[in-house]
């Protein structure tokens, strides 16, 4: 049987949208190696944000079994799908992003 999904305790979209900004700002003001220039403007990125992830290299983080017995699951009418849970989740997430 599939497991369920359960939505883990986190920051909102919009905390994790801000955080993400602010670490894309830290590094562009602390850049000091790497460039591209585009019509004039510079952009230099730091020897970590040109590093990948020793866990990136090999492909996204996915567990592709875990999504494919999902997709069977769905194919087969035996995932449960609690529509409601999805609308409120998917609400919460827009008022999020409008405050």
Excluded: N
């Excluded at 949208?17 to 602010?22: C, E, I, N, P, S």
């Excluded at 019509?39 to 290299?57: C, D, K, Y």
């Excluded at 567990?63 to 035996?78: R, S």
């Amino acid at each position: 049987m599939v497991e369920s999904v359960v939505p883990t305790p986190g920051p909102s979209r919009l905390e994790r949208l801000k955080d993400t900004q602010t670490r894309v700002d830290r590094s562009l003001a602390g850049a000091t190696t790497g460039s591209a220039r585009a019509s004039g403007e510079t952009v230099e990125l730091s020897a970590a944000a040109l590093a990948t992830p020793e866990e990136l290299r090999s492909g996204p983080p996915v567990d592709l079994e875990l999504v494919q017995k999902i997709k069977d699951a769905i194919a087969e009418g035996k995932y449960p799908i609690d529509l409601e849970r999805i609308t409120d989740a998917l609400f919460a997430d827009y008022l999020d992003l409008k405050l």
